[in-house]
């Protein structure tokens, strides 16, 4: 269920979300300074092309330099994919097959606005979870 699901959510939104966190990666990537940030969107990047049976968990060493790097991401890319997230998440909720995927794209928003200190894992749910 979890391909069919990340099928559908490619070809709806995922691309298109995708594209925008590469651009911003690569717009990140032009002065040395940033380039966490653009790692970190890159990151997000690849979750936001495949994010079903995937999860975003919070780093247990992540301190005070992610929390002051979430606030420079914020200002430089962050708001506007987070919009991205929300108008897209909208637009998938008006269909009935489309409110998992509108779901999921809500989920996309935290990290959009503060990906530093996060990490994405795969999701252990299911009858065979360890």
Known sequence: MRTILN???VIFAGFWLFIGYVVAGI?????IITIPW?????RIAGYSLWPFGRQVVDKPTAGL????GNIVW????GWW???????????????????PMGIAD?????????????EIVPSRSGAFAA
């Open 7 to 9: 099928i559908i959510w």
């Open 27 to 31: 717009v990140l990537c032009i002065p």
């Open 38 to 42: 653009a790692i970190a969107s890159f």
């Open 65 to 68: 330099g992610s929390a002051l």
């Open 74 to 77: 914020v200002i430089l890319a």
């Open 81 to 99: 994919l987070a919009l991205g997230h929300i108008f897209s998440g909208i637009a998938l909720c008006i269909t009935i097959i489309g409110i």
């Open 106 to 118: 809500f989920k996309l928003v935290p990290v959009s606005l503060m990906p530093l200190g996060k």
